[in-house]
């Protein structure tokens, strides 16, 4: 009998659906599909469907996708056989022999009845979710395998979907303690620098920008990130708010200890007791200087910033500044540098002046410290004026005494050097060691039996040849070589009268 009930009608309705359906007859057999339940199932004709359920199972296994929905034990067409009416069963369907599903169907069914109220035709209703499936679970492994800590909400009631394990990472929180729960009870946006603009843009699904924000999580008392917003459409058509995070426990650290670090350098910069200045590569243009300059120079930080030692008129002599400048440009660093320096009031110093290249907050700098060194030259220079008085006439001291003033005068180099001795006689190298030995002219004359003006001629001449202008640098010459008098007496002589001597 049901072979001849015309369903003509009924297909021509169904021909028009965009959905999938399938019309099967009371006895089993499948009497019609549309063009969308053959797509549906990969096939073009009815007979690779199947003439009736048992070549359809043969042909097709399904499974539901998921979990069987609770008080249903067995399959949608087992179902839709026994007359159950059911509505949006998630099927995964695969052809048989199959290694994995290849379509997934979202199923109702739907019974006919006959006037008497007995089913007349039964019904099933495919929607093809295939493709959205497939990209839900792109989206998921993209999702998922994203080192970026991220996590979902639904705009709809404002409730974490999905989260992945970056962001499980970063906050320590399990996954069950987070999805399920509203993005305020987590409240990814705890003390969010913006948060009344967050918020307002999280309610009307618009973008939040980045901003930093302080999440409350398990094991921390704070964790500081930027957090960001960005309205997506997942895959089943729900409207979501997808949130980024990156975290700022590196960068807050690092900024703290640069920010101890600065603070370090300038106490260290007032601190030192050494005049030091900062200034711009080119030019050295003033940056900073330290209470240590202000006190030798007198100038403040404010009256040098922005001028250069040229427009103060800091040293005293120009060509010693080109070279200093010359050198540290070519070097990159200076040490021990003597230079004369012009303070505020007009009064010169001598100074050792050290400088090096840094790099400052990004900033390429000259670090300049100076020495005054004014009360110690004046101390050497009177020192020496002493020792050239005292060895005019050297045979008041004895050797011992002698040898610790040429030191003083000129502190003896390693190793005896041979340089200029070539040139002279055999004379002058004995009048040499003579005056080496301490020996005066008159001493010299008697002991080489010369005359008193030959002996001052060939002193003249260790003098013309030897480049040396002062008797007692003289000494120093002779002895830093070995030449000395073996003649001359130890002891203390007794003193001469003055002019015994001889300049």
Known sequence: MTATVDRSQLQQIIDGLSEGVILIETDHTITYANEAALAAHGVTRLEELGADITAYRRNFVAHYHDHQPSGASHTPVERVLAGEAFRDALVEV???????????????????????????????????????????????????????????????????????????????????DVVGRSVYEVDVLRQAEQRDLAIGCLNAGRTIPQMEACLRVPHDPEKWVIVAGQPIEMP????????TFADLEDRRKAEMALQHSQEYLTKAFQLSPAPTALGSREGFVFFDVNEAFAATFGYTADELRGRSPT?????????????????????????????????????????????????????????????????????????????????????????????????????????????????????????????????SDAEISERLKLSRLTVRNHVAALYRKLGIKRRSNLVVFARDRGLTSTEQQRGTRKPRRSGASEP
């Open 311 to 439: 427009d103060m008129g800091l040293w005293a002599d120009a060509a010693l500044q080109e070279r200093f400048e010359r050198t540290l440009g070519r070097k990159g660093s200076v040490r021990n540098f003597e230079g004369r320096l012009r303070a505020k009031d007009g009064g010169e110093l001598d100074c050792l002046v050290a400088a090096e290249l840094v790099t400052i907050d990004g900033k390429a700098l000259v670090l300049c410290t100076m020495q005054d060194i004014t009360e110690r030259r004046r101390s050497e220079n009177e020192l020496v004026e002493a020792i050239e008085a005292a060895m005019t006439d050297a045979s008041w001291f004895s050797r011992g005494v002698l040898d610790k003033l040429a030191a003083l005068r000129q502190p003896r180099r390693a190793g005896p050097a041979a340089g200029g001795l070539d040139d002279l006689t055999r004379r002058e190298r004995e009048i040499l060691a003579q005056v080496g030995g301490g020996a």
């Open 236 to 243: 089943s058509d729900e409207r979501c708010m997808l949130f």
């Open 94 to 176: 695969a052809t048989a022999g199959a290694a994995t599903p290849r379509w997934v169907h979202r199923i109702r069914s739907l019974v006919i009845t006959d006037p008497a109220g007995l089913p007349d035709c039964l019904v099933l209703i495919i929607h093809d979710e295939t493709e959205r499936y497939e990209a839900e679970e792109r989206f998921e492994r993209a999702f998922s395998a994203n080192p970026a800590p991220a996590a979902i909400c639904r705009l709809a009631d404002l409730r974490l979907i999905r989260v992945n394990q970056g962001f499980l990472d970063l906050t320590g929180y399990a996954r069950e």
